[in-house]
Nanobody, 124 residues
Framework: QVHLVESGGGLVQAGDSLRLSCAASGLTFSSYGMGWFRQAPGKEREFVASINWSGGVTYYADSVKGRCTISRDNAKRTVYLQMNSLKPEDTALYYC?????????????????WGQGTQVTVSS
């Protein structure tokens, strides 16, 4: 059974940084594309960043481009999201997702497995 467990969220001030982690088990991690999505209260889930199986392809939402970096360590079966210069509008529940087909995608419909999420709250 696939398990994705996010960590690293918290309450920070605007301008601070956070690094989210997603530890995977129950899957061949090195063959999975991985993504980060977020959902704020009253809003739809939105794409944040994604990375393909090798780490050679990455995509970012325009809202986080230049402030966030997605990376992965296949040996540790972990994907990361480094977030810098955080803004109050980044406040959301952040989800890690896995795509068994291996490619990076911006669409949540391409992901087969999801974590429970980690909360990020940015105060102004």
């Amino acid at each position: 059974q696939v398990h994705l467990v996010e960590s690293g969220g918290g309450l920070v001030q605007a301008g601070d940084s956070l690094r989210l982690s997603c530890a995977a088990s129950g899957l061949t991690f090195s063959s999975y594309g991985m993504g980060w999505f977020r959902q704020a209260p009253g809003k739809e889930r939105e794409f944040v960043a994604s990375i393909n199986w090798s780490g050679g392809v990455t995509y970012y939402a325009d809202s986080v481009k230049g402030r966030c970096t997605i990376s992965r360590d296949n040996a540790k079966r972990t994907v990361y999201l480094q977030m810098n210069s955080l803004k109050p509008e980044d406040t959301a529940l952040y989800y890690c997702a896995g795509n068994r087909r291996g490619y990076a995608s911006t669409s949540f419909t391409h992901y087969d497995s999801w974590g429970q999420g980690t909360q990020v709250t940015v105060s102004s």
